[in-house]
């Protein structure tokens, strides 16, 4: 079978592309890279802009402190992007996007190509999101200086879920989340460490039972912690009787 040269695609727009050193050239994200398993790609949207001193942002139409990035920079930018190859998504990254959560991570992850744009100053000029953006994600209800760090979560979860990208493939289903739960504790050596010790059961050598304390322990997590989630189990659990 030919292998695609990668499985995923992600271009990113901003100003700072610079932030994406670290989060990008490190640990998990950089070994896909290495791989070959996705192609990441970072665009200064400053190359984008026709003004001589490589302006991207403007004052804005009414009273009110702070600049508003302009719509051609990022028009010209996501035009030359589209103009060689198709793209699922165009992300903008916005405190008042939808929420990201781990079904939205992986409905994003069967994607091939898709772009970011990273906000910045008071915003974007709404035209952008009107005419060019196709989903809009928040990675929290605070606000950040700009989109990258954004971004660069977002590229993270879904470099994860790319088959290959984790050394242990299974275990990128055994995350958080990923069942509706959040996950069991993990012990390590020592079993004994200033008299606190690990859960005897774990070192019982039988997997059945581990496997149902592990569940247990999730469980229970998933209800002292996030209620909300512990409620859509119940509810399943209901339906189902
Ligand atoms: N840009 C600024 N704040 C943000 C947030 N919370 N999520 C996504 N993008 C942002």
């Known amino acids: 079978m030919q292998r695609k040269s990668y499985v995923m695609r992600i271009d990113i727009i901003t100003i700072f592309p610079e932030m994406f050193e670290g989060p990008l050239t490190e640990s998990i994200v950089k070994r896909a890279i290495n791989k070959g398993l996705v192609d990441i790609r970072l665009h200064n949207l400053r190359d984008y802009s026709t003004d001589k001193h490589r302006r991207v942002d403007d004052y804005p139409f009414s009273a009110g402190a702070g600049m508003v990035i302009m719509i051609e920079p990022v028009d010209n930018c996501i035009t030359k992007l589209k103009s060689e190859r198709d793209y699922d998504e165009v992300i ?22 898709l772009i970011m744009l ?85 070192l019982s050598g039988n997997d059945r039972l581990i496997n149902e304390w592990k569940y247990q322990q999730a469980l229970e997590r998933t209800k002292e912690r996030r209620p909300e989630m512990y409620a859509k189990i119940e509810g399943r659990r209901k339906k189902e009787e």
């Open 118 to 202: 990273c906000g910045h100053y008071k915003g974007i000029d709404e035209r952008i999101r009107e005419h060019l953006i196709t989903k809009e994600i928040s990675i929290g209800d605070y606000v950040l200086s700009g989109g990258e760090l954004a971004a660069a979560v977002l590229t993270d979860s879904l470099v994860r879920l790319i088959p290959g990208a984790l050394s242990d493939e299974t275990s990128a289903l055994s995350d958080s989340f990923q069942d509706g739960m959040v996950s069991p504790p993990v012990y390590t050596r020592p079993r004994e460490y200033k008299g606190w010790t690990v859960p005897e059961i774990l």
């Open 92 to 113: 903008y990254m916005s405190p008042d996007g939808d929420l990201l959560t781990q079904p939205i991570v992986n409905q994003l992850s069967l994607n091939q190509n």
